[in-house]
């Protein structure tokens, strides 16, 4: 069973940056994407950032310049560049990847937190 694992979390100050990791254990093969999702205290999880093989990206909008997702895709691993974290940003974030053959697999989850 491939797993995900990620690092990065942590604790940070409003207007801080973090850098997430997202490494799998083993070779995925079939990825539309790789992409991360967050999912704060009583909210649905929601898309941050994801990039297909081809390189495309898309971002929320709550995050668009301020975070950057970048792929190495020989090491099956995705990164999530955070600047300028606020509180919004506080959230559990999952790392994703995306098949074209299920199934998609996900991360245990980190934890972030924006506070002074």
């Known amino acids: 069973q491939v797993q995900l694992v990620e690092s990065g979390g942590g604790l940070v100050q409003p207007g801080g940056s973090l850098r997430l990791s997202c490494a799998a254990s083993?070779?995925?093969?079939?990825?539309?994407?790789m992409g991360w999702y967050r999912q704060a205290p009583g909210k649905q999880r929601e898309l941050v950032a994801r990039m297909t093989n081809g390189g495309r990206t898309t971002y929320a909008d709550s995050v668009k310049g301020r975070f950057t997702i970048s792929r190495d895709n020989a090491r099956n691993t995705v990164y999530l560049q955070m600047k300028s974290l606020g509180p919004e940003d506080t959230a559990v974030y999952y790392c994703?990847?995306?098949?074209?053959?299920?199934?998609?697999?996900w991360g245990q989850g980190t934890q972030v937190t924006v506070s002074s």
């Open positions: 994703n990847v995306e098949r074209l053959v299920p199934p998609n697999y």
């Open positions: 083993e070779s995925i093969f079939n990825i539309i994407s």
